[in-house]
C-alpha cells in the first residue's frame, strides 16, 4: 500500500500542494497576447491572464476554468492551464470555493488542456493532488454525490475511472472501512434507481462503477460482521446483491410511489 494512503489527509493534501507549487514554480510563457472571447471576457480578465498566475483575481480564474474550451486560444489553452494549476487545485481544495469540480476538472482533459500530454513531473504532481483530494474528501464527511462529481472531474481529467476507485477502495484501517462502507450504499441505491450518472464525462459509464462495488463485498461483508447492527453495513450488501444479480432494487424511490427498474447488463 502506498505510503501516502497512511498519512493524515490534510498532510497529504500540503505536501501535494508543495510539490505542485515546486513543479509548477517556473510556467511556460505565453508567446503572444491571450486570445479568447471577448464576449465573454474582456480585455482587461485577457491580459491579467496573460500575466503573473498569481496575480489573476478569483474571478477571472473562476471563469477561465469554467468556460468552454472552444472560447480560447488552442494552442494557448493547455499552457494557461499549466501556468494556473497551483491556483486552480487550491481553488478545488479543503479551503477553496469550489462545489462543483467536475466540470472544471473536465476541462483538463483530452479534449480540452490535454493533462495526459503535459511533462511528466507536471503530470505526476497533478495525480498526487487529486489522490489528495479525493483522501480528504473521502475521510472528512463529504457527501457521496460530491465525492462522486469529484470522481467524475478527475476521471474525466486523467481518462480514467478504475485507478481511481481502487485508490478509495485502497484507503486504510477503521475510518477507510467507514468510508467505503457509506460510498458503497449510496452509490449501490443511486445506481439500483438509476440515478447514477455522469454530468460532464461523456465517455464514462456507472456500470463500471456497479462492478467495482460488487469487488468490494469482501471488505464491507467483514466490517458489517464486526458492526452488526451498522445498517449502512448490511445495506451496502443487500444493494451489491441485487447490482451483481441485475436484480430490481428492493427499496422505494424516494421521488415517486413507484421502484425504479433494474441497472441493465450489470453483472
Not at 466540470?103 to 503530470?123: M, N
Not at 434507481?193 to 456507472?206: A, I, L, M
Request: contains cysteine; charged residues 25%.
Amino acid at each position: 500500500m502506498p505510503d501516502q494512503l497512511v498519512k493524515d489527509p490534510y498532510a497529504m493534501w500540503r505536501l501535494a500542494l508543495a510539490e505542485a507549487d515546486r513543479i509548477f514554480a517556473s510556467p511556460p510563457g505565453l508567446d503572444r497576447p491571450v486570445e479568447g472571447c471577448t464576449f465573454c471576457a474582456s480585455e482587461s480578465d485577457l491580459i491579467a491572464l496573460g500575466g503573473d498566475p498569481w496575480a489573476v483575481p478569483d474571478d477571472v480564474l473562476t471563469h477561465f476554468m469554467g468556460e468552454v474550451v472552444d472560447h480560447w486560444d488552442a494552442d494557448q489553452y493547455p499552457i494557461l492551464w499549466r501556468r494556473l494549476m497551483p491556483r486552480a487545485l487550491r481553488h478545488w481544495g479543503p479551503e477553496g470555493s469550489c462545489t462543483e469540480p467536475s466540470r472544471e476538472l473536465s476541462r483538463l482533459g483530452q479534449y480540452g488542456a490535454g493533462l495526459l500530454d503535459w511533462p511528466a513531473a507536471e503530470r505526476a504532481a497533478v495525480e498526487q493532488a487529486f489522490q489528495a483530494l479525493l483522501n480528504v474528501a473521502v475521510s472528512d464527511g463529504r457527501s457521496p454525490s460530491d465525492i462522486r462529481d469529484l470522481v467524475e472531474g478527475i476521471a474525466n481529467a486523467t481518462d480514467g475511472l478504475e485507478p481511481w476507485l481502487e485508490y478509495i477502495a485502497e484507503l486504510p484501517g477503521p475510518a477507510g472501512d467507514a468510508s467505503l462502507v457509506r460510498l458503497a450504499v449510496a452509490w449501490g441505491t443511486d445506481l439500483l434507481w438509476e440515478d447514477f450518472e455522469f454530468w460532464w464525462w461523456h465517455e464514462g459509464d456507472p456500470r463500471s462503477v456497479a462492478d467495482w462495488l460488487v469487488t468490494q463485498r469482501p471488505r464491507i461483508a467483514s466490517f458489517a460482521a464486526r458492526n452488526p447492527r451498522c445498517k449502512n453495513a448490511a445495506d451496502a450488501l443487500i444493494a451489491i446483491s441485487h447490482l451483481q444479480e441485475g436484480s430490481w432494487s428492493p427499496w422505494f424511490y424516494p421521488y415517486g410511489q413507484r421502484s425504479l427498474l433494474r441497472l441493465a447488463d450489470v453483472r
